[in-house]
């Protein structure tokens, strides 16, 4: 079992930046894709930036290329979102997820895949 916990959140205006942390109970050897997704009111969660642990291949949804950046941290088992340029539409409860499968990148942003879940940390991104 993987425990995952993130932190990070606040509230922010348009513009502004923050940065989330996901901390893996472990990781190495055990996850392929760790990442994050976000949930607003009255709509899907969706995939926003994905790594695959062992290549550091990063990964995008359009909406975020260019503002987001996904890294890792091998020695703390902790994945960051770097949040730069901060929209309202990026306002949202935001999700650490983890799977041990490997995927086709069609599927990278389908939260069937993942196993393992956070618990959710809020952004608020006031205009």
């Known amino acids: 079992q993987v425990l995952l916990v993130e932190s990070g959140g606040g509230s922010v205006q348009a513009g502004g930046s923050l940065r989330l942390s996901c901390a893996a109970s472990?990781?190495?050897?055990?996850?392929?894709?760790m990442g994050w997704f976000r949930e607003a009111p009255g709509k899907k969660r969706e995939g926003v930036a994905m790594?695959?642990?062992?290549?550091?291949?990063?990964y995008y949804a359009d909406s975020v290329k260019g503002r987001f950046t996904i890294s890792q941290d091998n020695a703390k088992n902790t994945v960051y979102l770097q949040m730069n340029s901060l929209k309202p539409e990026d306002t949202a409860m935001y999700y650490c997820?983890?799977?041990?499968?490997?995927?086709?990148?069609?599927?990278?942003?389908?939260?069937?895949?993942?196993?393992?879940w956070g618990q959710g940390t809020q952004v608020t991104v006031s205009s």
């Open positions: 997820a983890a799977t041990a499968r490997a995927l086709w990148v069609s599927d990278l942003f389908r939260r069937e895949e993942y196993t393992y």
């Open positions: 472990q990781y190495t050897g055990i996850i392929n894709y």
């Open positions: 790594v695959h642990i062992g290549y550091r291949a990063t």
